[in-house]
């Protein structure tokens, strides 16, 4: 396979853009190699600049749940920016997107718009903070919620990927103030909430896991995570940028049938454009300036054609059986991965909520950070390249998900199972 315009652009890149890209995980240091320079898409298929195909499962790291360029959303997108592109006044897309989310997600009452999972979450715990006269926040080990400071500690995703924990320029005052426990472990929560629980503001938390790779939430986890906040006046932030109209429309929350008090969200709702949103019950986000004195602002937030994408991107979601096509999909390809593995006496667990999922290299389950942690990295990384080369797109780091969508076909699915046949058998040697 020639890749040697993608490898001319990421060193020309390179000379321009810190890694060469404008996300670290992207630049694929953590499998080696040269990443792929996409030229466009379409359905569950990307194309690179050398004009390579590939059968997408980044997806865009999850927005792209109908596939790549759909049609309705992409017509959506050119109505909106044909009549302008961008006012920093209100539009009344903004209000139909909110309706929109308000009747799908049983917690959220009032939604304020922003540009990314980042700002989303940042803005929640300030409003958390703001609403509970309290500073502390406690996260969990290999859980992401974007790179704003307070929220790097122990952070999944690139920062692990990278090995970073520490990021030089998050000064030590900034987390003083956050906790971290580990994920699936009701008791180091007590233990902490037992220590300083008038003190903790907010938990936030992905109600499933999905940058230490999936990691889904035990039974009674999550209702533990509620009970215990509840308990301590501590509000409960779910992060649901990446399982928000995703693992079920009304997100985790729905699926789990747990409401937080505050739900970000991202990815999905923007349908590719940049978009990210807080949200929860009306006496708590009343407290949101200018309604109430918690500060937050955006230049482009609520942008009209950001809004068009979401819109378009969840009445197609509306439609009857579109859940259940992802579920029969994504079962099928997970049982064919684990086929691929067992056939060539390959360890794997197979971690899997709805559409979103992680193949580890281990023989030991995956429930926290520390578990996600001892995977074979190495073999990931023959793994995503023996696939990649069979015309197979997969996140290049073992810390994160694997997207199916609607594009996916029965076929897509047979195909990318038969090259993972051939790609465990070539790291099997
Ligand atoms: N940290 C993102 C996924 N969890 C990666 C974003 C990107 O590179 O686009």
Redesign the pocket.
Known sequence: MNQDKSAALFARSKNVIPGG??????AFGAVGGTPVFIARASGPHIVDVDGNSYIDYVG???PMILGHAHPQVTEAVQKAASEGLSFGAPTKREAELAELMIAAVPSVQKVRFVNSGTEATMSAIRLARGFTGREKVVKFAGC?HGHSDLLLSQA???VITFGLPDTPGVPKEAVRATLTAPYNDLTALEHLFDESGSEIAAVIIEPVA??MGVVPPEPGYLQGVRELTRRHGALLIFDEV?TGFRVHYGGAQSLYDIEPDLSCFGKIIGGGMPVGAYAGQAEIMAHVAPEGPVYQAGTLSGNPVAMAAGIATLRLLQQPGVYEQLETTSARLAEGLQQAAQENDIPVQLNRVGSMSTLFFTDQPVRDFASSERSDGQRYALFFHEMLKRGIYL?PSRF??LFTSLAHSGQDIETTIAAARQAMAAIAR
Do not use: Q
């Open positions: 890209v404008n996300s670290p995980v992207r865009s790291w999850g992401y999944g995703s690139g999905g940058n990446m996140a994160e998900a």
